[in-house]
């Protein structure tokens, strides 16, 4: 079982930058990629970016070039870097985690975090 714990999410105006971090704990032999997902009121839960823990990066085309995504491998913590956010960026943003325990790999789903973007 794995243990997702975010922070960072809050209200921000048009413009400006929020850090979230979501840090994993529990039972499992290795993380193999951790990132995030959001979800605007009324939509789908949709990826914003990803990171292997090699160091693999992947973003929706929506954040690339003002969102990045880094991983502190040795804390199981993932953080994601938002800048020049946008009132369109305002979601729920749901951290989540592949990890193995011995030969089997699950995904697990952090609570969520408010991110609002005022204009």
């Known amino acids: 079982q794995v243990r997702l714990v975010e922070s960072g999410g809050g209200l921000v105006q048009a413009g400006g930058s929020l850090r979230l971090s979501c840090a994993a704990s529990?039972?499992?032999?290795?993380?193999?990629?951790m990132g995030w997902y959001r979800q605007a009121p009324g939509k789908q839960r949709d990826l914003v970016a990803s990171i292997t823990s090699g160091g693999s990066t992947n973003y929706a085309d929506s954040v690339k070039g003002h969102f990045t995504v880094s991983m502190d491998n040795r804390e199981n913590t993932v953080f994601l870097q938002m800048n020049s956010l946008k009132p369109e960026d305002t979601a729920v943003y749901y951290c989540?985690?592949?990890?193995?325990?011995?030969?089997?790999?699950?995904?697990?789903w952090g609570q969520g975090t408010q991110v609002t973007v005022s204009s």
């Open positions: 529990g039972s499992f032999t290795r993380i193999n990629v």
């Open positions: 989540f985690c592949n990890a193995a325990y011995n030969l089997i790999s699950l995904a697990y």
